[in-house]
């Protein structure tokens, strides 16, 4: 069975940085598209970053130049690095793998 587990979350000041890390068991990555999206109250589930078909990584514009998504297919984790972050950010996150989802880790930013 596969499992997403999240961590790395937490209550961080606007401008400050947080690194979100999604260890995966149950399955490795190989080609499989991974990612992270994010979610408010109230609000649809979007799209933040995703490494496509295990190597192409791209953005949602508003976090481009900000966010970081990368994977190490050994340890079997997918992370984001977020950078310069600002209270607009603050939702809950959620690592991807197909038809998988973790159970979200809470980012907080004050301003």
């Known amino acids: 069975q596969v499992q997403l587990v999240e961590s790395g979350g937490g209550l961080v000041q606007a401008g400050g940085s947080l690194r979100l890390s999604c260890a995966v068991s149950g399955a490795n990555f190989g080609h499989y598209s991974v990612g992270w999206y994010r979610q408010t109250p109230g609000q649809e589930r979007e799209w933040v970053a995703v490494?496509?078909?295990?190597?192409?990584?791209t953005y949602a514009e508003f976090v481009k130049g900000r966010f970081t998504i990368s994977k190490d297919d050994a340890k079997n984790h997918i992370y984001l690095q977020m950078n310069d972050l600002q209270p607009e950010d603050t939702a809950v996150y959620y690592c991807?793998?197909?038809?998988?989802w973790g159970q979200g880790t809470q980012v907080t930013v004050s301003s």
């Open positions: 490494i496509i078909g295990g190597e192409r990584t």
């Open positions: 991807t793998f197909p038809n998988y």
